[in-house]
């Protein structure tokens, strides 16, 4: 066994690990890890995964990262991935139908007190039947339920609505056999849920991303719908928060 291997096996074994052990806690699959340990790199599908692969399991055993890359034949290793792009809120809408509907209840009030007090002032020939009608329509108003409100309310929590959605859709995509379903929004231990049951060998990177939580999963790679390989590797970014 060459000496990386080696020494990534005697971590291990030294902290009373098993390899099963290391999949469950890293996310990493079983036989990549055994690779790592064989210094097999034609196991992995690209040089990308050695080193994402090999920086996580470093850290996991409590090893210097920077002095396992270095003992990696450079040329089985591609560059550093260039950060990926911030994600942008959508703006809060300052407009809100709640607001929109308490204003015309208040201006119906407004109008009947109004009247009631004119007609209150106008002597013994004032008909207070108009005023009352008046008052009496708009507190019909302010009782009544808003159908646009109901019908174009406030949105509820963006990433929950969101999560929801893909969630549902996920799970229809599932349906279609080697197809990748959609996990972005997803918490971690539901996207790897998913990924176990239809077989799919998957890695997890995390990256600081302070406008996803922590633990969600915003990006990944293949695209949602692919239809996959049988020997297709899932990738999912998560955010490690801010």
Do not use: C
Request: no cysteine; proline share 8%; glycine share 8%.
């Amino acid at each position: 066994m060459a000496e990386l291997g080696r020494l990534l096996q005697q971590a291990r074994t030294t902290r009373g690990l098993s390899l099963e052990d290391a999949e469950h806690d890293t996310r990493i699959s079983k036989r990549y890890l055994e690779a790592l340990e064989r210094e097999d790199f034609a196991a992995f599908p690209a040089p990308f995964y050695t080193r994402a692969f090999l920086r996580t399991y470093g850290q996991y055993l409590g090893l210097d990262v920077a002095e396992l890359l270095r003992s990696v034949p450079h040329d089985r290793l591609e560059p550093e991935v260039p950060p990926l792009p911030e994600l942008s809120r959508p703006p809060t809408p300052v407009f809100s139908v709640n607001w929109a509907v308490a204003g015309i209840v208040i201006l119906f009030l407004f109008a009947a007190g109004l009247l009631l007090y004119r007609s209150g002032s106008g002597g013994e020939d004032s008909t207070p039947a108009e005023p009352l009608a008046v008052a009496t329509t708009a507190a019909e108003v302010a009782e009544r339920p808003a159908p646009e409100l109901e019908a174009t309310g406030a949105p509820p929590s963006g990433q929950e609505a969101e999560a929801q959605a893909r969630l549902e859709r996920s799970m229809v995509a599932g349906a279609a056999t080697g197809t990748v379903p959609d996990f972005e929004g997803f918490d971690l231990d539901s996207a790897l849920t998913v990924l176990r049951e239809r077989g799919f060998d998957y890695v997890v990177v995390e990256v600081d991303n302070t406008d996803v939580p922590e633990g969600q999963i915003f990006d990944q790679n293949p695209a949602p719908g692919t239809e996959s390989e049988g020997d297709a590797v899932v990738t999912l970014v998560v955010s490690r928060g801010g």
